[in-house]
């Protein structure tokens, strides 16, 4: 039965997200829309880690280039209200009126997001079966790829774990009005950081511990599969 139920789930989930449907968002819950040009005035000390545009050079740090902007503002303020610390991020958002938050959210999300090189397996990681020669390495990063295709848009029923095409689109577009964002071309090792905090409850800023429910539930070859996938998405 409970199966059934989780096939039900993903199917339905799966059918809204390919027709296009979103939830419905209550008039408060509108975000309102910022300055594109002002908040190009306000970002000068965030481009050393996410870049002048939004695309950070170092992956660890996350693209923020053609983001939603509903997305940014909700993090900025779960990062000034405290539900979502980091030690840089957190000092910052303290200093941001909402207005500030909606410029610079207004500005990144203007900007285009850019695609990544194909992935590549660490230097230091060996392979499945312990080999490390370019051409099994290759082979490796293929079938990781496959995998990661498969469960961002089939999920992992025996594991329940839900597929990610239902709130992040068929392209890793996200849902502006949900605030669920975009994915397509963020840096692998952003994603992996972000999936394994969410798994561990380092990072549970979601009211509903949407994230965590489902990553408590992937694999670390999971993780690192989806994340590679999401890198190539365009």
């Known amino acids: 039965m409970k199966k059934n139920w989780l096939a039900l789930s993903l199917t339905l989930a799966l059918a809204l997200a390919l027709s296009g449907t979103v939830p419905i968002l209550h008039a408060e819950e509108t975000v309102a829309e910022g300055n594109s040009a002002a908040g190009k005035g306000n970002v000068s ?7 002048e545009n939004g695309n950070s050079a170092m992956p660890t740090f996350p693209k923020l280039a053609q983001q939603h902007s ?7 303020q ?41 992935p590549v397996l660490p230097a230091d990681e060996d392979t499945a079966d312990g080999a490390t020669d370019e051409k099994k390495a290759k082979e490796a990063m293929q079938a990781l790829l496959a995998k990661g295709s498969n469960l961002y848009r089939n999920g992992n029923l025996a594991s329940e774990v839900s597929a990610c ?13 949900a605030a669920f964002p975009a994915l397509r071309s963020q840096h692998a090792d952003y994603l992996i950081k972000s999936l394994t ?17 489902i990553a408590k539930k992937m694999s670390d070859e999971e993780i690192k599969a989806v994340s590679y996938h999401i890198s190539t998405m365009k």
């Open 45 to 51: 000390s965030c481009g050393g880690c996410h870049g």
């Open 70 to 76: 509903s997305y940014l503002v909700k993090q900025l």
């Open 78 to 118: 779960a990062f000034k209200g405290g539900t979502r610390n980091d030690p840089v991020m957190s000092p910052m958002a303290l200093a941001l009126n909402d207005a500030d938050m909606l410029d610079i959210a207004a500005y990144y999300s203007s900007q285009n997001i850019s695609a990544n090189p194909a």
């Open 165 to 177: 095409i239902a709130c992040h689109g068929p392209s890793g577009e996200g849902n502006k009005p």
């Open 197 to 213: 905090d969410f798994k561990s409850g380092t990072r549970s800023n979601n009211p509903e511990n949407m994230m965590h429910m």
